[in-house]
């Protein structure tokens, strides 16, 4: 008996084993085929970046092109071979499985093989959960908020075109061409965030903090939908969320292909590489004459920077006034006579059309419209600024030349914000969409848009970004400030006398019977967060003969 049991046992075995190893060849199939996609998606991940980095223009000679070609190629064709594998797979189903599976166990083996491939291509990917591309004021600002929200080691990088760790771009048109070298401001003096009042955020700062300061780096292409920049030396950067801190690029002479705009001596004045040149040309040109372009903060910073270092300077701008985007006609003539009597001419309602070089190729003469012809040693051009959007073109929603985004800087992907010169936002005031160009809304555009991915990920509820607009500037011995709107009928109260020892005056902007906004030249910092205030606060105006007589002290009651 016992023999004959064994006997039928051996026979189920023996008829049931082939079943058995279909059944196991099916198990195998399903998993490997889950392998498989799984390997394919991946795959087709590393196969957009090489696409992406193949059209960039530069790829630093790491990538040997034929041979990337021919892999692009071969990964057509597998996927076009595993398409196959599927259909085949859905047409017997159960038995067409079973007879895949070797199939499939081999294109699994080859996938490995070609993602391998792939990624020795690429080299090391450099991922990072967050990315800051552009290293000016609001990357570092955005940094210390990373940093004060929580940030593990190794989680945020920041991408600068420019060699140095992030500092307070203004300093540039001020202290830096300050000509006494004791009292100069250097790096490391102006690193961010000591331009308000907070510590200075040295390299060093970055190293303990685990944050990498990849400098010297210009980004020249980027997919938002893969997550992915590429690097002019050909580095690829992965992130889970990027903040757009691109800032603005200077317009330039040459741009409009004015004659002789790239003579020696002429000089634009955003970056550290710029402010270290013209110190080095005022150096060799001491005593010489300068021709400043333009009538807006830079025209007027550098100009009366110039003066204070022995040049003779004339001011060009094309507007009746100078700079028209702010001031009043009245207060505008306080300024253009205060740097007359500093020894400053101005010369209004005329451009330039070109210059004059000498065998040097160095300027020495700069046409204007007009006809005449002024003699030149330095120029300095500040004529405006383009914020740095392109690299996002036809990828990002944008609005009134930048990129839109809501009360958190969100833009339209996700995962993606914008801060600083390149956002526009609402601005809950005004209840309108702008676009702000000042130090002021970059750092605090930074530290929001930080908040508000902190927030997203906590889920915690953070208010929309509520901006008073506010600029500043100091030049000679005068001091300035401006909050709220421009907009509407303006009432100048206080003594304008450019030549005051100490002059102070201000002016209001009312409209809809309403202070909107407000200036003053000389004030205390009290009387600076009067103004601000009183700017927040939109007071109804009842009597504008006794505002004009009130003055300062109105606001100072608020």
């Not at 969320?241 to 691109?246: G, K, M, P, Y």
């Not at 000089?267 to 807006?296: H, N, P, T, W």
């Not at 609005?399 to 800087?409: M, Q, R, V």
Request: glycine share 8%; aromatic share 10%; net charge positive.
């Amino acid at each position: 008996m016992a023999s004959s049991f064994n006997f039928v046992i051996g026979s189920a075995k023996f008829i049931f084993a082939p079943i058995e190893r279909c059944l196991n060849r099916k198990r195998n199939f399903d998993e490997n085929m889950k392998v498989l996609q799984k390997l394919l998606k991946e795959l087709n991940t590393v196969k957009e970046v090489i696409e992406l980095r193949l059209s960039a223009e530069i790829h630093g000679g790491t990538m040997q092109t034929e041979e990337v070609k021919n892999w692009l190629d071969d990964v057509q064709r597998i996927k076009t071979e595993i398409e196959i594998i599927e259909r085949k797979a859905k047409e017997k189903k159960f038995l067409s499985r079973v007879f895949l599976g070797k199939m499939v166990e081999e294109k699994v083996v080859e996938l490995k093989a070609f993602l391998r491939k792939g990624k020795a291509f690429l080299g090391m990917v450099k991922s990072f959960k967050y990315i800051i591309v552009g290293g000016g004021v609001a990357a570092g600002y955005a940094a210390r908020e990373f940093d004060r929200q929580g940030l593990k080691p190794g989680q945020l990088a920041i991408i600068s075109k420019e060699a140095v760790a992030p500092y307070e771009r203004p300093t540039l048109s001020k202290g830096y061409l300050n000509p006494n070298p004791k009292a100069a401001a250097r790096l490391p003096e102006f690193h961010v965030c000591v331009g308000s009042g907070g510590d200075r955020l040295l390299p060093d700062w970055y190293k303990e903090k685990g944050i990498q300061l990849i400098l010297g780096t210009e980004i020249v292409k980027v997919n938002l939908a893969l997550k992915t920049l590429v690097s002019a030396a050909g580095e690829i950067f992965n992130f889970q969320t990027l903040i757009i801190a691109t800032g603005s690029t200077v317009i330039r002479l040459t741009d409009f292909k004015v004659e002789g705009a790239d003579a020696k001596n002429i000089f634009y004045l955003r970056e550290l590489e710029d402010a270290d040149k013209l110190v080095e040309s005022i150096k060799m040109k001491k005593y010489g004459k300068a021709v400043i372009i333009g009538g807006g903060y830079i025209g007027l910073e550098v100009a009366a920077a110039m003066r204070i270092n022995d040049f003779d300077v004339t001011m060009v701008y094309p507007d009746p006034w100078c700079m028209p985007s702010l001031f009043t006609p009245t207060m505008a003539a306080f300024y253009e006579s205060y740097y007359e009597n500093k020894g400053i001419e101005i010369i209004k309602g005329t451009v330039s059309v070109g210059f004059n070089a000498n065998a040097n190729g160095e300027v020495k003469g700069v046409k204007l419209k007009d006809g005449r012809v002024l003699e030149a040693d330095i120029v300095v051009v500040g004529v405006g600024a383009r914020p740095l959007t392109a690299l996002f073109k036809g990828q990002l929603e944008e609005d009134k030349g930048g990129i839109k985004t809501d009360g958190f800087f969100k833009t339209s992907m996700p995962g993606v914000y914008a801060v600083g010169d390149v956002a526009t936002f609402p601005i809950k005031l005004y209840n309108e969409m702008r676009r702000v160009e000042h130090v002021d809304h970059a750092r605090k555009s930074a530290e929001h848009a930080v908040k508000a991915i902190k927030a997203n990920e906590t889920g915690k509820e953070l208010e929309e970004y509520d901006y008073l607009p506010y600029f500043y500037s100091r030049t000679f011995e005068l001091s300035w400030q401006f909050y709220g709107d421009n907009v509407g009928e303006t009432l100048f109260f206080r003594d304008n006398n450019p030549l005051s020892p100490k002059p102070k005056f201000g002016s209001y902007w009312i409209k809809d019977g309403k202070i909107v906004g407000a200036f003053l030249e000389g004030g205390t910092p009290e009387e600076n967060k009067a103004i601000a205030k009183v700017s927040r606060l939109n007071p109804p105006v009842e009597n504008l003969d006794q505002l004009k007589k009130e003055g300062l002290s109105f606001a100072s009651k608020f």
